[in-house]
């Protein structure tokens, strides 16, 4: 039962994904019928957001269908899919007018295996010069490229290659260790080739099918049903197959945590620094305190990811302190934590106070403690907290920030890479709001230079990100995926722009984002209107809004309407179109609060910001 509960969101009550896993058995695809109807019962599931995926496979995956919809819906999706004729890819991928992109899809996967790919090199090829092998090898790639860039031509859709699985490949794999350009090679070519593609090309994601594969073993193939019916995935390992989706998936259901939240004694090192003393603690490169620096690696890379680590351990803060100071040899430095309380607080109420710090939600942190009685009084103190689930080991514990999908995104922008030096300067910011004389005196002395301009390739990775990721302040909280925004981008009317903020202290990229799109030849609407809380108090919104308004105006329209929709975490935006000078509208029965104002709208940037309008 504990596969099937780890496949459901960990923001569901246990008593709900324990009932929902007893209902399936894994190792049949009607157990994920099953599933998927108790989902169904059990959450707004006609309310919840619809992902539309196709999928293209050169090899048949009937069974695997309900595994891929069961895994969507696990992330909170309402899972529509699409499935294209068996080994026709391009026209599959490529008919603009097709069934396949028709539905409009916000991503398509494909599923290959090199057999398909390149049938002779793969029946005839060991017959064949080294040379011949290669070449033939080099046109798959070329064919693979080709494919990418034109389906980027026909769909604004995310285009999800899998890799290729080694384990399918026919082949004596001991004579083809030793030759030139084998099936091995080719493998390993194709593979390290479509990293790089993926790498390149911003509209494509992969998943690791052959890594799938690798470990499942034995367990993950079916030969006999492989050669009866081109079917090679096991049906014992539908359960692992849904999980490996859910993996993949997630990042189109909600954005990845933001913060790992760090205990220290038998966690970053191993021992109890207040018992044992700073010479007996266990950590370096030799066993037992190996496995705390890879545990401490996991999180230096998860820091490089962009994820802020604050450290929440019960301990005397001086001899915290000294013991970073003399264990000289440890990866991580007290400076790589945004913030730390080592005190004898509770954890709850400390990690309460670390997200008042940092200004962010309790639900974008993850926690981590060796203690059973610290996880467990944190997730009843602050459920919104996602406990990472760890058997206390320090094994356990790395092999749970291994695994753990809560940081997954498919993409790391220079917003990401940058946030821990962002917040860095956000307490210098501070440091000089309480030295100003005046509010008004503070915002001239920061030298603020907004730039606004249109959303282009190089920034719709970031704009995604803010749709999904913003909550606070965010007017109508809509969540349009890459497809959706490019489908606005095709409009030439509509505005979609970004607002980037610099200071004194440094630039802080992409913060804000404004959406409009066309209501009528002279109407346009507020689709959406975002704000980074790093931003805010600053009247980077108010510079924002003046050039949207310019813009549509300069379009042809006069008249702009806007809305605010309440949610349980946008109150601090409640009264922006008041602010911004727009007349309320009469109610539509819902508690949408509805504004409008005629255009040219000449709305003042504050006199304190520096404006570069592209």
């Given at each position: 039962?504990?596969?099937?509960?780890?496949?459901?969101?960990?923001?569901?009550?246990?008593?709900?994904?324990?009932?929902?896993?007893?209902t399936?058995?894994?190792?049949?695809?009607?157990?994920?019928?099953?599933?998927?109807?108790?989902?169904?019962?059990?959450?707004?599931?006609?309310?919840?957001?619809?992902l539309?995926?196709?999928?293209?496979?050169?090899?048949?995956?009937?069974?695997?269908?309900?595994?891929?919809?069961?895994?969507?819906?696990?992330?909170?999706?309402?899972?529509?899919?699409?499935?294209?004729?068996r080994?026709?890819?391009?026209?599959?991928?490529?008919?603009?007018?097709?069934?396949?992109?028709?539905?409009?899809?916000?991503?398509?996967?494909?599923?290959?295996?090199?057999?398909?790919?390149?049938?002779?090199?793969?029946?005839?090829?060991?017959?064949?010069?080294?040379?011949?092998?290669?070449?033939?090898i080099?046109?798959?790639?070329?064919?693979?490229?080709?494919?990418?860039?034109?389906?980027?031509?026909?769909?604004?859709?995310?285009?999800?290659?899998?890799?290729?699985?080694?384990c399918?490949?026919?082949g004596?794999a001991?004579?083809?260790?030793?030759?030139?350009?084998?099936?091995?090679?080719?493998?390993?070519?194709?593979?390290?080739?479509?990293?790089?593609?993926?790498?390149?090309?911003?509209?494509?994601?992969?998943?690791?099918?052959?890594?799938?594969?690798?470990?499942?073993?034995?367990?993950?193939?079916?030969?006999?049903?492989?050669?009866?019916?081109?079917?090679?995935?096991?049906?014992?390992?539908?359960?692992?197959?849904?999980?490996?989706?859910?993996?993949?998936?997630?990042?189109f259901?909600?954005?990845?945590?933001?913060?790992?939240?760090?205990?220290?004694?038998?966690?970053?090192?191993?021992?109890?620094?207040?018992?044992?003393?700073?010479?007996?603690?266990?950590?370096?490169?030799?066993?037992?305190?190996?496995?705390?620096r890879?545990?401490?690696?996991?999180?230096?890379?998860?820091?490089?990811?962009?994820?802020?680590?604050?450290?929440?351990?019960?301990?005397?803060?001086?001899?915290?302190?000294?013991?970073?100071?003399?264990?000289?040899?440890?990866?991580?430095?007290?400076?790589?934590?945004?913030?730390?309380?080592?005190?004898?607080?509770?954890?709850?109420?400390?990690?309460?106070?670390?997200?008042?710090?940092?200004?962010?939600?309790?639900?974008?942190?993850?926690?981590?403690?060796?203690?059973?009685?610290?996880?467990?009084?944190?997730?009843?103190?602050?459920?919104?907290v996602?406990?990472?689930?760890?058997?206390?080991?320090?094994?356990?514990?790395?092999?749970?920030?291994?695994?753990?999908?809560?940081?997954?995104?498919?993409?790391?922008?220079?917003?990401?890479?940058?946030?821990?030096?962002?917040?860095?300067?956000?307490?210098?910011?501070?440091?000089?709001?309480?030295?100003?004389?005046?509010?008004?005196?503070?915002?001239?002395?920061?030298?603020?230079?907004?730039?606004?301009?249109?959303?282009?390739?190089?920034?719709?990775?970031?704009?995604?990100?803010?749709?999904?990721?913003?909550?606070?302040?965010?007017?109508?909280?809509?969540?349009?995926?890459?497809?959706?925004?490019?489908?606005?981008?095709?409009?030439?009317?509509?505005?979609?722009?970004?607002?980037?903020?610099?200071?004194?202290?440094?630039?802080?990229?992409?913060?804000?984002?404004?959406?409009?799109?066309?209501?009528?030849?002279?109407?346009?609407?507020?689709?959406?209107?975002?704000?980074?809380?790093?931003?805010?108090?600053?009247?980077?919104?108010?510079?924002?809004?003046?050039?949207?308004?310019r813009?549509?105006?300069?379009?042809?329209?006069?008249?702009?309407?806007?809305?605010?929709?309440?949610?349980?975490?946008?109150?601090?935006?409640?009264?922006?179109?008041?602010?911004?000078?727009?007349?309320?509208?009469?109610?539509?029965?819902?508690?949408?609060?509805?504004?409008?104002?005629?255009?040219?709208y000449?709305?003042?940037?504050?006199?304190?910001?520096?404006?570069?309008?592209?």
């Amino acid at each position: 039962m504990n596969g099937w509960i780890e496949l459901l969101p960990t923001r569901w009550s246990w008593e709900d994904r324990s009932s929902i896993a007893t209902t399936v058995n894994p190792g049949t695809a009607g157990a994920f019928a099953a599933g998927l109807r108790a989902i169904a019962a059990r959450v707004d599931y006609a309310s919840a957001r619809t992902l539309t995926l196709g999928v293209v496979s050169t090899f048949t995956i009937a069974p695997q269908r309900t595994a891929i919809e069961f895994a969507l819906a696990a992330t909170g999706l309402r899972p529509r899919m699409l499935y294209g004729d068996r080994d026709v890819i391009e026209p599959n991928l490529l008919d603009p007018h097709g069934p396949m992109h028709s539905a409009k899809p916000d991503a398509i996967l494909l599923l290959w295996r090199l057999e398909e790919l390149a049938p002779a090199f793969v029946e005839s090829g060991a017959v064949w010069t080294a040379q011949q092998r290669r070449d033939t090898i080099i046109a798959v790639e070329e064919r693979i490229r080709d494919l990418v860039r034109s389906f980027s031509k026909a769909s604004p859709a995310t285009l999800i290659l899998s890799t290729l699985p080694a384990c399918l490949a026919p082949g004596g794999a001991q004579a083809d260790l030793h030759r030139a350009s084998g099936i091995g090679w080719a493998l390993a070519y194709l593979n390290a080739a479509l990293r790089d593609i993926a790498a390149e090309f911003d509209h494509v994601r992969l998943f690791d099918l052959d890594g799938f594969f690798a470990a499942e073993g034995a367990s993950g193939y079916d030969p006999r049903f492989d050669l009866f019916a081109l079917q090679p995935i096991a049906g014992r390992a539908l359960g692992s197959f849904a999980r490996a989706m859910r993996r993949l998936l997630g990042p189109f259901a909600a954005p990845p945590a933001k913060v790992l939240a760090l205990d220290l004694d038998n966690t970053l090192w191993g021992g109890v620094l207040g018992e044992d003393g700073i010479g007996s603690l266990a950590i370096g490169h030799d066993f037992p305190g190996s496995i705390f620096r890879k545990i401490q690696l996991e999180a230096l890379a998860l820091r490089a990811r962009g994820v802020l680590l604050v450290l929440v351990s019960k301990n005397e803060e001086a001899n915290v302190r000294e013991a970073f100071a003399n264990l000289t040899d440890m990866p991580l430095k007290l400076s790589d934590f945004a913030a730390m309380r080592v005190d004898w607080n509770p954890k709850p109420d400390n990690l309460r106070a670390i997200a008042d710090e940092l200004e962010l939600g309790l639900d974008s942190f993850v926690f981590v403690d060796d203690q059973p009685f610290e996880r467990a009084a944190v997730a009843a103190g602050v459920p919104e907290v996602r406990v990472l689930p760890t058997d206390g080991t320090p094994l356990g514990t790395l092999a749970a920030l291994r695994e753990a999908p809560h940081f997954d995104q498919h993409r790391t922008t220079s917003s990401d890479l940058g946030r821990a030096q962002d917040y860095k300067q956000r307490r210098e910011r501070k440091d000089l709001e309480r030295s100003a004389s005046s509010r008004y005196d503070f915002l001239r002395s920061l030298s603020l230079k907004a730039r606004v301009a249109p959303v282009d390739n190089g920034s719709l990775g970031r704009a995604v990100q803010m749709l999904a990721k913003t909550n606070q302040f965010n007017v109508t909280t809509r969540r349009h995926g890459e497809a959706d925004l490019k489908r606005i981008l095709e409009d030439g009317r509509a505005q979609l722009l970004s607002l980037s903020l610099a200071d004194r202290f440094g630039d802080q990229g992409i913060v804000g984002l404004a959406i409009a799109v066309p209501d009528d030849e002279n109407s346009a609407n507020v689709d959406s209107f975002l704000m980074s809380c790093r931003a805010l108090g600053r009247g980077a919104e108010e510079a924002l809004w003046a050039s949207l308004c310019r813009r549509l105006a300069a379009n042809g329209f006069s008249r702009l309407r806007a809305e605010y929709r309440p949610t349980e975490k946008n109150a601090q935006c409640a009264d922006l179109f008041d602010r911004l000078g727009l007349l309320p509208l009469p109610g539509d029965g819902t508690t949408a609060k509805r504004y409008a104002t005629a255009l040219p709208y000449a709305f003042a940037k504050p006199d304190w910001i520096e404006m570069e309008d592209v």
